[in-house]
DNA sequence: ATCGAAATTTACAGCGCTGGAATTTTCTTG
DNA sequence: CAAGAAAATTCCAGCGCTGTAAATTTCGAT
């Protein structure tokens, strides 16, 4: 029901190939040739096909993004940094939602089709690197974040650990002494929240400051209701602390409510941080001092891995960090006095 | 370099088309037949060629989803609602952003290639009905929201005038007399703004309020910090007002923060409604009375009738309403005397 | 003019799969 | 057991495009 190649190549005189090396900008076509096969294009309104081109090229200029859940802020904003990236490089991206469970992971990496992509990013959530590496070794794969990651695969992510410590450090340094920790799961806990606990750990250790259990409030599930609960809870129990960071930003501001709700005035009773530097980290009240990834530095870095393993690269895997800053605001603001609106 | 159709029905012994046939689960191949295939495919690890089957069959089972930005939550919402809907026909989604300018628009419903989806769920910001209309007449389309519309293409959205008349009228039932309407553009007003807010003032006159042009708070852009500004300003500047409604739940997340940094109270001095229901009005302090569209609905009705036109159907364009219900929660707490966290 | 090299253009064989018609096999029924 | 109907299977053409290699044209230098 369309125009054809041959269409065109009737249409102007000349052979189908030399339409499709106009079509693709081939640079070996003759300056009249390619007026007369441009305006026979034109003049038809052709556009190519790409099934037929996909399946004579063997490439799609797809790439799968596969993660738990577009309606979590720091993946819409993984999302749109990816795509940038990719369509830089020609690429388009298909999101493909796991909902963070091992099925939804599985659906994804086994897909009984093929060719349906030229590669996959993926962020696992509960996936075992064991599983991830028996899967699928023939899709060329880079693994996104902290969670599991064969060897052989290239994997890029920020240094939670330190950037945990970071983040607990700067409380340390407003003069809090008891800070907690929010927003991990109740069990199983997931690498992310492990290695960002051990970081926070460390910074209290190396304030001479001992990590109290009790100041460590998970949430029911990974969710800012999850945290109102978690967070409230501990408050209603007596948990004494005037400081928290917690997991993730959607944590913190679950935190931020349970704290209000009972009184709490944040930073002056509790300082907070969260982590990934969401849009509305701003325009909470207050607005919060949190863990900025450097997402299109991420992204960047990971489609351009991609690329090189879909154009044969097979090295064994490179395990790269990118960078991150803590971002101040109002819910922990700087040491140095500041106002605080 | 994969296992091909070839190759299974060598190894079974039947001819490739019994192969295919297995493989769609046709029904009239013997149990016999079946097993023997299926062993083959088992054996070989044999996956279809998507790309091989779609130049066969015409069709990609891919359909486009085309909005301003994921990172809105009320988008990235949409997008889930859609995947499961198109997931539950055999479909899938791949995201088209527009960034909400005319130049995204016009690339994604004149992208020069063809053949990539099957069909196209697309949410215009500021295309006008006669251009998009005049683009690409030849894909399947469907229209979602309240955005300008051909009459001869479908389109689902929610009653956006009645839907404010409501949220207002809930703000009156509560003994608010100077209700704002807060978030919308400082000019060139989408039709969203401007048929929420001709509800909005059709509840103040059936109210017999005065509608006040002065208590309409522009937001220099669409987002909660254009939001914190608008309100903010228009408070420093003196406006008066015990009632908000809030084009959007950014808005009124932005408008929330506004208020508290100035020590209004809410609901109490203030009581504010948004519009779409996003996870976060749940947990913001105090959590929104929202609008809340029926997004199953709206993506169940939106997918059918693209799969209806995409197999065909070419009757005049459909308009259909879905649901939506006032959500009421602390931001504008229902009539009857209730507690306030 | 003439010849070899460089630039252009073309012919042709598929990429992997499916639709539809044609064929073969199997099942029913008298 | 034959004949016809139904079920199962196969054949074949081709979806729209591109890679490769071969053919043709053009160009520059003798």
Same mark, same amino acid.
């Given at each position: 029901m369309g125009v054809r190649l041959q269409?065109?190549?009737?249409?102007?005189?000349?052979?189908?190939?030399?339409?499709? %090396?106009?079509?693709? #900008?081939? *640079?070996?076509?003759?300056?009249?040739?390619?007026?007369?096969? &441009?305006?026979?294009?034109?003049?038809? +309104?052709y556009r190519p096909n790409l099934m037929g081109r996909r399946l004579a090229t063997g490439r799609t200029g797809l790439l799968a993004l596969a993660f738990s859940n577009v309606a979590l802020p720091y993946f819409a904003e993984l999302s749109r940094a990816v795509s940038a990236a990719a369509g830089q490089a020609g690429y388009r991206v298909l999101l493909e939602e796991t909902d963070g469970t091992l099925e939804g992971e599985?659906?994804?990496?086994?897909?009984? *089709?093929? +060719?349906? !992509?030229?590669?996959?990013? =993926? &962020?696992?959530?509960?996936?075992?690197?064991? *599983? @991830?590496?028996?899967?699928?070794?023939?899709?060329?794969? !880079?693994?996104?974040?902290?969670?599991?990651?064969?060897?052989?695969?290239d994997r890029?992510? @920020?240094? %939670? =650990?330190?950037?945990?410590?970071?983040?607990?450090?700067?409380? !340390?340094?407003?003069?809090?002494?008891?800070?907690? =920790?929010? +927003?991990?799961?109740? &069990?199983?806990?997931?690498?992310?929240?492990l290695q960002r606990i051990a970081g926070y750990q460390q910074a209290l250790e190396d304030a001479g400051l001992r990590p109290d259990p009790a100041l460590l409030f998970a949430s029911? *599930?990974?969710?800012?209701? #999850?945290?109102v609960e978690g967070v409230g809870q501990a408050i209603d129990a007596g948990a004494v602390f005037d400081g928290l960071v917690c997991r993730d930003d959607l944590a913190a501001i679950g935190a931020l409510r349970a704290l209000h709700e009972r009184g709490r005035r944040i930073p002056h009773d509790v300082a907070v941080t969260g982590w990934d530097d969401i849009e509305l980290s701003r325009v909470t009240f207050p607005s919060l001092t949190t863990i900025a990834p450097d997402l299109d530095e991420l992204a960047r870095r990971a489609v351009e891995m991609l690329i090189e393993r879909i154009s044969g690269f097979s090295a064994a895997g490179r395990h790269e960090l990118v960078g991150y800053r803590?971002?101040?605001?109002?819910?922990a603001p700087s040491a140095v006095p500041e106002e605080t609106a």
């Open positions: 269409d065109v190549a009737e249409l102007a005189g000349v052979s189908m190939k030399t339409v499709s %090396n106009v079509v693709r #900008g081939y *640079e070996h076509v003759s300056a009249a040739t390619r007026d007369r096969v &441009q305006r026979a294009i034109d003049e038809l +309104g599985r659906a994804v990496l086994t897909s009984s *089709e093929s +060719g349906m !992509v030229d590669g996959i990013l =993926f &962020q696992p959530s509960t996936m075992s690197s064991a *599983e @991830i590496s028996r899967h699928r070794s023939d899709l060329p794969m !880079v693994i996104l974040g902290e969670g599991a990651a064969p060897l052989p695969v890029v992510m @920020i240094d %939670n =650990f330190e950037a945990a410590r970071v983040a607990t450090a700067h409380l !340390v340094s407003l003069g809090r002494r008891r800070i907690g =920790f929010a +927003g991990h799961e109740t &069990q199983n806990l997931s690498s992310t929240s029911r *599930e990974i969710s800012p209701s #999850g945290a803590l971002e101040v605001r109002e819910s």
